[in-house]
């Protein structure tokens, strides 16, 4: 038995999550595994009902799981909140109790939603790389973070604080990491800039020498940026800081076509793994059932073939996608002019029906 503990959060969060535990229903069906699911509160939706964005209670429940299923968490109802009763509080206190220092977004193309993204075809055409971010330290867990007055003048401090030692194990997870791959890390800093990103740089260097099959380069972010659209095929593993991380992820999931195609897992020493689409509570289509549920779906392939050894429930689950964006299946975010548009229910079924039909084939 695999003991899953589901967090919905806001928003989407609610109806892509659903969409992922029937899908892993359904695996779990016809592979003969029992997924015994859990729901705790957190995000907004945990302020509203225990005054806080984590409470003790989910926390220790995911502590217990085997794996975690995350949908996102926040909106608008408590953006002017305090910053210790903010829905985004409870994710980040979440990623650091358990420990969730290494979060690995893949960036795959699909060839059938090659018309869906921005850009050329022929730029993003066989792209496949992985974004690593370090999730638990950095600009986002800094301290001070906080305003003050000085000098009879308002004033605010964000700090970027990091240990070598919490350097050194994300670039070392990511040359791991690269090893099983295409054999390359692009380590991206703002070294022309930041002392934190020189010491990125300098722990790179060295942690490069453990992996003379891997080619190191460094790229400054705004460079990466703009190499990401010119010319993504450059990429196998990239490895950065948690807020670098952060926004290159969201741009790099424009390769797909849609921010609701990116799945991610968050990756700990020792405890259990969270995995969570790489997109927000979207609250400008929240509730009207419009939302992707392809990143979560594949956030729970990640799980199986991550967390349990289950590669061939997750090649299943993968594949299903696949067929069904190959059959021409599109949520309103991934759909060209003219495509007749599925409800998040309905994309759900197709995965579903995909996943029974790829079973029947074998
Ligand atoms: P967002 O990712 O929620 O949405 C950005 C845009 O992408 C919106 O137009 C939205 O409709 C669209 N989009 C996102 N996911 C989609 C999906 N699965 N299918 C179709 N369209 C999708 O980012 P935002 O609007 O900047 O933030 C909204 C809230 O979400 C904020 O409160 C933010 O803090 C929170 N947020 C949470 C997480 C998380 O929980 N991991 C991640 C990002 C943002
Ligand atoms: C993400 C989100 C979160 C982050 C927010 C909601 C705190 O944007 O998971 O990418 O910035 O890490
Ligand atoms: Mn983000």
Request: glycine share 8%; net charge negative.
């Amino acid at each position: 038995m695999y003991r899953i503990a589901i967090l919905q959060g806001d928003g989407i969060g609610k109806e892509v999550t659903k969409g992922a535990v029937n899908i892993l229903q359904a695996i779990g069906d016809r592979f003969g595994h029992t997924f015994h699911f859990s729901y705790g509160l957190i995000g907004g939706e945990a302020i509203d009902r225990e005054g806080t964005p984590l409470p003790e209670q989910t926390l220790h429940m995911c502590k217990q799981s085997d794996a975690v299923l995350l949908g996102a968490v926040g909106g608008p109802k408590w953006d002017n909140n305090p910053p210790h009763l903010r829905p985004e509080k409870g994710l980040l206190q979440i990623r650091k109790e358990m420990n969730l220092f290494a979060n690995i977004r893949p960036v795959t193309f699909y060839a059938s939603l090659a018309a869906s993204s921005p850009l050329k075809p022929h730029v993003i055409e066989g792209a496949d790389f992985v974004i690593v971010r370090e999730l638990t330290g950095g600009l986002y867990f800094g301290k001070p973070s906080e305003r003050r007055v000085e000098k009879g003048e308002e004033v605010v401090v964000d700090t970027l604080f990091y240990k070598r030692a919490e350097i050194e194990r994300i670039i070392t997870f990511a040359f791991m990491l690269a090893q099983k791959r295409k054999k390359k890390v692009t380590s991206v800093d703002k070294a022309n800039v930041l002392e934190s990103s020189r010491m990125w740089r300098e722990v790179a260097e060295q942690v490069a020498k453990r992996f003379p099959d891997v080619q190191l380069e460094h790229m400054l972010v705004d460079n990466a940026a703009m190499q990401l659209v010119r010319s993504p095929k450059q990429f196998d593993v990239i490895v950065t800081e948690n807020m670098f991380g952060d926004i290159l992820s969201d741009e790099a999931s424009m390769l797909t076509g849609s921010l609701g195609m990116l799945p991610s897992a968050s990756l700990s020493v020792d405890g259990p793994a969270l995995y969570e689409p790489i997109h927000g509570s979207a609250p400008d289509i929240a509730g009207k059932n419009k939302a992707n549920p392809l990143a979560t779906i594949l956030s729970a392939a990640m799980m199986l073939r991550l967390s349990f050894g289950l590669t061939e429930e997750a090649d299943v689950i993968e594949r299903a996608v696949k067929q069904v964006l190959n059959a021409g299946y599109r949520t309103a975010d991934i759909a060209q002019h003219g495509d007749f548009v599925l409800s998040t229910t309905e994309m759900v079924e197709k995965v579903k029906y995909a996943i029974l039909d790829d079973v029947a084939i074998e």
